[in-house]
């Protein structure tokens, strides 16, 4: 079974930066996409950023500038760099990817980080 596991998260004063980890249990064969998603008390899950298999990448215009997306060296790690975090970044954070242990492809959440920027 796959299973998706987030660090990273905590509390951090506005301006602050953090840096979340999610880690596969198991490497995959191909990946389509890893992505973060959050999502805030009272709102819909949203997504935050996005890596493709190509190394193309896509942000949420609120984030742009202020996070980041990456790769691990190996297949089964990605990261998000946060920094000037702002008040309205406090959300549960959530890994996705969509890979294929062979060559069917499926959707793999983790748990969820939380996040929380205040003073």
């Known amino acids: 079974q796959v299973q998706l596991k987030e660090s990273g998260g905590g509390l951090v004063q506005p301006g602050g930066s953090l840096r979340l980890s999610c880690a596969a249990s198991?490497?995959?064969?191909?990946?389509?996409?890893m992505d973060w998603y959050r999502q805030a008390p009272g709102n819909e899950r949203e997504l935050v950023a996005a890596?493709?298999?190509?190394?193309?990448?896509n942000y949420a215009a609120s984030v742009k500038g202020r996070f980041t997306i990456s790769r691990g060296n190996i297949k089964n790690i990605t990261y998000l760099q946060m920094i000037s975090l702002k008040p309205e970044d406090t959300a549960v954070y959530y890994c996705?990817?969509?890979?294929?242990?062979?060559?069917?492809?499926?959707?793999?959440w983790g748990q969820g980080t939380q996040v929380t920027v205040s003073s």
């Open positions: 996705h990817v969509r890979g294929a242990r062979t060559i069917t492809f499926s959707d793999y």
């Open positions: 198991v490497t995959f064969n191909i990946i389509n996409v």
């Open positions: 890596i493709a298999s190509d190394g193309t990448t």
